[in-house]
């Protein structure tokens, strides 16, 4: 050791007391009240040992029962009930994938990543290899291998290879010696060992713990640094520590004493057997001081100056474990028996400085349709996936539990919205892209410039889509096309048929008109009037009521078998009056069909067609039967005894019938005849059918 550097520590040693007396004067000033969380606050136990501030903004606790998260709000819990492998943690480390690592009283493993506790699967292999030592301390490489220092370990460090396989394998450390190793862009790790066998004669020779080497097994480009010769005590205190500060030098805590090394590894203060009590922990602040954590109270440690506890007396003797402070300036305090303690602003410099630090904000949640959903920076959703409540927190802790948000949805809001609380319900969106966005703002006013922000895209239903819309105009308009096609022809074929049923009128019309006709009747008549008979006017009167029925039913296509049947009696009374008994009528007739429809004039012209192709006679009487049955006919049935002459016939009043139930609906007349009989069926028509399609 250079003898400059002697001096140094022989000098820090004896105006440790002169600094004692100078606290009172370069000390801190509390700008804001002691805040004192128990465990009725809902820290695990009040016995802690660490904190730590990870690069998020949480804080972190580790205690004897557990660790715990505090978000400023709440403290969130984790134990052997929820994932955690042990509940007495001596400590956390944040690694560069930022997973939270618990230094565990048994050596097993576990870490917190993407809000879950896991495992290491090698804990148990890992247990019986450490037994009864204690890890000193965890770092993580950037090739994901993460290093174990162990007390009274006698073979080194273990290295655990981590990814989708996970090992471990030892690495050789000197026998009998504590160890300093750095770990590039990680926390330098510290340990102990009393028996290592094969090192490197290199390693064997070195005498001191400041000698540095580069050439130790299992490391690459990492320095190892060996025992000091300053007559520092020796002993395994769990406790032993080593940080690296923000510029780059290294400060160790050993036992009872301070050192701190230059960014070349060699000595730039020691301070040995401070108040005789060991150091439990080694912290730097954002001014650059270094806490020691000794029993009774904390000391500073800043510009070669070692300064009493600038920590309110209330704190003093509280056996404190450690001290934190976070990026807004704020103090955290550990004990063993009084929990964790926090003062919001220690400063020397300026008692009311403002806090410029902006408060991280984070979401913490997202339901959708009251489901809770995995966390990503983006959704696509249905648009029917559209209640959506947003849950976030800004990370602050001069304003704890008081944090004022400003939030917007952009493709809504047009303006920020301000609350206090930490959730916002967005309830039946309408379909489009959306990005929330939220910002939190600390106890200065100080607004974070960089919200928090997630995006929302919820797709229309399909029939909203603009190929739905242009596929829907497509049917819409062939079906336009197709029904003016189909009402085209329609009105087209309703012409023919309206034509065609013209005709068939004019030729039923002409028949009823026929001069034949007219001549029998008239002749039946002269001969009533000229033998004076009473049957005269009935005669002339059910005339009139037969030329008025088809004047009145001439534009009607079909009528109520009722009124047929009607009509028909009154041609029939004429046709008696005229043959007397000569023509018989046997009428069989379903009362329930008297609703049912039939073809206009059509039982009148089969009549007709009986007395016109048949011989009625008194020599030659003929029977008529008019009948219905089951399947919903009108049965028309007439002897047959045809008349040799056919001259008179016009042969029309069948092939109407026929060809009028042909063009209206899809039922047929049926004919049958044999030499006794000629019938013809016509068929009926139900009211519904008429109703549906007649109407």
Same mark, same amino acid.
């Given at each position: 050791?250079?003898?400059?550097?002697?001096?140094?520590?022989?000098?820090?040693?004896?105006?440790?007391?002169?600094?004692?007396?100078?606290?009172?004067?370069?000390?801190?000033?509390?700008?804001?009240?002691?805040?004192?969380?128990?465990?009725?606050?809902?820290?695990?136990?009040?016995?802690?040992?660490?904190?730590?501030?990870?690069?998020?903004?949480?804080?972190?606790?580790?205690?004897?029962?557990?660790?715990?998260?505090?978000?400023?709000?709440?403290?969130?819990?984790?134990?052997?009930?929820?994932?955690?492998?042990?509940?007495?943690?001596?400590?956390?480390?944040?690694?560069?994938?930022?997973?939270?690592?618990?230094?565990?009283?048994?050596?097993?493993?576990?870490?917190?990543?993407?809000?879950?506790?896991?495992?290491?699967?090698?804990?148990?292999?890992?247990?019986?290899?450490?037994?009864?030592?204690?890890?000193?301390?965890?770092?993580?490489?950037?090739?994901?291998?993460?290093?174990?220092?162990?007390?009274?370990?006698?073979?080194?460090?273990?290295?655990?290879?981590?990814?989708?396989?996970?090992?471990?394998?030892?690495?050789?450390?000197?026998?009998?010696?504590?160890?300093?190793?750095?770990?590039?862009?990680?926390?330098?790790?510290?340990?102990?060992?009393?028996?290592?066998?094969?090192?490197?004669?290199?390693?064997?020779?070195?005498?001191?713990?400041?000698?540095?080497?580069?050439?130790?097994?299992?490391?690459?480009?990492?320095?190892?640094?060996?025992?000091?010769?300053?007559?520092?005590?020796?002993?395994?205190?769990?406790?032993?520590?080593?940080?690296?500060?923000?510029?780059?030098?290294?400060?160790?805590?050993?036992?009872?004493?301070?050192?701190?090394?230059?960014?070349?590894?060699?000595?730039?203060?020691?301070?040995?057997?401070?108040?005789? %009590?060991? @150091?439990?922990? !080694?912290? $730097? /602040?954002?001014? *650059? +001081?270094? &806490?020691?954590?000794?029993?009774?109270?904390?000391? #500073?440690?800043?510009?070669?100056?070692?300064?009493?506890?600038?920590?309110?007396?209330?704190?003093?003797? %509280?056996? @404190?474990?450690? !001290?934190? $402070? /976070?990026?807004? *300036? +704020?103090? &955290?305090?550990?004990?063993?028996?009084?929990?964790? #303690?926090?003062?919001?602003?220690?400063?020397?410099?300026?008692?009311?400085?403002?806090?410029?630090?902006?408060?991280?904000?984070?979401?913490?949640?997202?339901?959708?349709?009251?489901?809770?959903?995995?966390?990503?920076?983006?959704?696509?959703?249905?648009?029917?996936?559209?209640?959506?409540?947003?849950?976030?927190?800004?990370?602050?802790?001069?304003?704890?539990?008081?944090?004022?948000?400003?939030?917007?949805?952009?493709?809504?809001?047009?303006?920020?919205?301000?609350?206090?609380?930490?959730?916002?319900?967005?309830?039946?969106?309408?379909?489009?892209?959306?990005?929330?966005?939220?910002?939190?703002?600390?106890?200065?006013?100080?607004?974070?410039?960089?919200?928090?922000?997630?995006?929302?895209?919820?797709?229309?239903?399909?029939?909203?889509?603009?190929?739905?819309?242009?596929?829907?105009?497509?049917?819409?308009?062939?079906?336009?096309?197709?029904?003016?096609?189909?009402?085209?022809?329609?009105?087209?074929?309703?012409?023919?048929?309206?034509?065609?049923?013209?005709?068939?009128?004019?030729?039923?019309?002409?028949?009823?008109?026929?001069?034949?006709?007219?001549?029998?009747?008239?002749?039946?008549?002269?001969?009533?009037?000229?033998?004076?008979?009473?049957?005269?006017?009935?005669?002339?009167?059910?005339?009139?009521?037969?030329?008025?029925?088809?004047?009145?039913?001439?534009?009607?296509?079909?009528?109520?078998?009722?009124?047929?049947?009607?009509?028909?009696?009154?041609?029939?009374?004429?046709?008696?009056?005229?043959?007397?008994?000569?023509?018989?009528?046997?009428?069989?007739?379903?009362?329930?069909?008297?609703?049912?429809?039939?073809?206009?004039?059509?039982?009148?012209?089969?009549?007709?067609?009986?007395?016109?192709?048949?011989?009625?006679?008194?020599?030659?009487?003929?029977?008529?039967?008019?009948?219905?049955?089951?399947?919903?006919?009108?049965?028309?049935?007439?002897?047959?005894?045809?008349?040799?002459?056919?001259?008179?016939?016009?042969?029309?009043?069948?092939?109407?019938?026929?060809?009028?139930?042909?063009?209206?609906?899809?039922?047929?007349?049926?004919?049958?005849?044999?030499?006794?009989?000629?019938?013809?069926?016509?068929?009926?028509?139900?009211?519904?059918?008429?109703?549906?399609?007649?109407?």
């Amino acid at each position: 050791m250079p003898y400059s550097k002697r001096i140094f520590s022989t000098k820090a040693c004896n105006l440790l007391a002169f600094f004692y007396f100078l606290a009172s004067v370069n000390g801190f000033s509390q700008t804001a009240e002691l805040k004192n969380y128990g465990v009725k606050d809902g820290i695990p136990s009040s016995e802690v040992y660490n904190s730590m501030q990870d690069s998020k903004g949480y804080m972190w606790f580790a205690t004897d029962k557990g660790v715990c998260r505090f978000d400023g709000y709440e403290f969130r819990s984790f134990t052997t009930s929820n994932g955690l492998i042990d509940n007495t943690v001596f400590g956390c480390y944040e690694d560069f994938k930022h997973r939270i690592w618990f230094r565990s009283f048994s050596g097993k493993l576990s870490y917190f990543y993407n809000d879950s506790i896991y495992q290491l699967p090698i804990n148990d292999s890992l247990s019986k290899l450490i037994k009864t030592s204690f890890v000193s301390s965890l770092s993580v490489d950037t090739l994901d291998n993460l290093y174990m220092g162990l007390i009274n370990f006698k073979k080194g460090v273990i290295k655990v290879k981590l990814g989708t396989t996970i090992s471990f394998s030892l690495i050789p450390m000197p026998a009998q010696a504590p160890y300093l190793v750095l770990i590039p862009r990680s926390e330098p790790l510290t340990g102990n060992t009393y028996q290592v066998d094969s090192l490197p004669d290199s390693i064997k020779r070195a005498p001191h713990f400041i000698s540095v080497y580069k050439a130790i097994p299992g490391f690459s480009q990492l320095h190892f640094l060996r025992k000091l010769s300053l007559g520092l005590p020796g002993g395994n205190n769990m406790h032993d520590k080593a940080i690296l500060l923000k510029n780059n030098q290294i400060a160790i805590s050993y036992n009872h004493s301070f050192i701190l090394l230059d960014t070349l590894l060699s000595w730039k203060a020691t301070l040995k057997n401070i108040d005789n %009590n060991f @150091i439990s922990n !080694v912290s $730097e /602040d954002g001014a *650059g +001081g270094i &806490w020691l954590c000794i029993q009774d109270e904390p000391m #500073y440690f800043k510009d070669t100056s070692l300064i009493k506890s600038p920590l309110p007396s209330t704190l003093q003797k %509280n056996n @404190i474990t450690s !001290v934190t $402070e /976070d990026k807004e *300036g +704020g103090t &955290w305090v550990t004990s063993l028996n009084g929990g964790i #303690y926090y003062i919001p602003s220690l400063s020397s410099k300026n008692t009311t400085a403002s806090n410029k630090t902006f408060p991280p904000v984070y979401i913490t949640g997202l339901k959708i349709n009251n489901q809770i959903n995995p966390l990503s920076s983006s959704y696509n959703l249905n648009y029917n996936e559209n209640y959506l409540i947003i849950s976030f927190i800004g990370l602050t802790y001069k304003d704890a539990g008081k944090v004022q948000y400003r939030y917007k949805m952009e493709g809504i809001d047009t303006s920020w919205i301000y609350t206090k609380n930490r959730d916002v319900q967005y309830p039946k969106l309408s379909p489009g892209n959306y990005v929330f966005q939220v910002s939190a703002m600390n106890n200065d006013g100080i607004w974070n410039q960089k919200p928090a922000t997630i995006q929302f895209i919820i797709t229309p239903p399909f029939w909203a889509t603009w190929w739905a819309r242009t596929f829907f105009i497509l049917v819409i308009a062939s079906f336009i096309y197709w029904r003016f096609n189909v009402v085209t022809t329609h009105t087209k074929q309703n012409a023919d048929v309206n034509k065609q049923l013209l005709t068939m009128e004019l030729k039923e019309l002409k028949a009823q008109m026929d001069p034949h006709f007219l001549f029998n009747n008239l002749n039946t008549l002269t001969q009533l009037v000229e033998i004076k008979s009473d049957d005269a006017p009935e005669f002339v009167e059910e005339l009139s009521k037969y030329y008025r029925y088809s004047l009145q039913f001439r534009n009607t296509e079909f009528t109520s078998l009722d009124n047929e049947i009607k009509q028909a009696e009154r041609y029939l009374h004429i046709l008696k009056i005229r043959f007397g008994n000569n023509i018989k009528v046997i009428w069989n007739i379903t009362e329930t069909l008297r609703n049912h429809y039939i073809a206009t004039y059509s039982m009148q012209l089969l009549l007709e067609n009986i007395t016109k192709h048949n011989i009625v006679s008194a020599s030659k009487p003929i029977w008529v039967e008019i009948n219905t049955n089951e399947s919903g006919y009108l049965i028309v049935k007439n002897q047959l005894q045809l008349k040799n002459s056919t001259a008179l016939s016009n042969k029309h009043g069948l092939k109407s019938i026929d060809q009028r139930y042909q063009l209206l609906t899809s039922k047929k007349i049926i004919v049958s005849h044999t030499s006794q009989y000629f019938s013809v069926e016509l068929p009926l028509i139900t009211p519904v059918e008429y109703e549906s399609t007649y109407s």
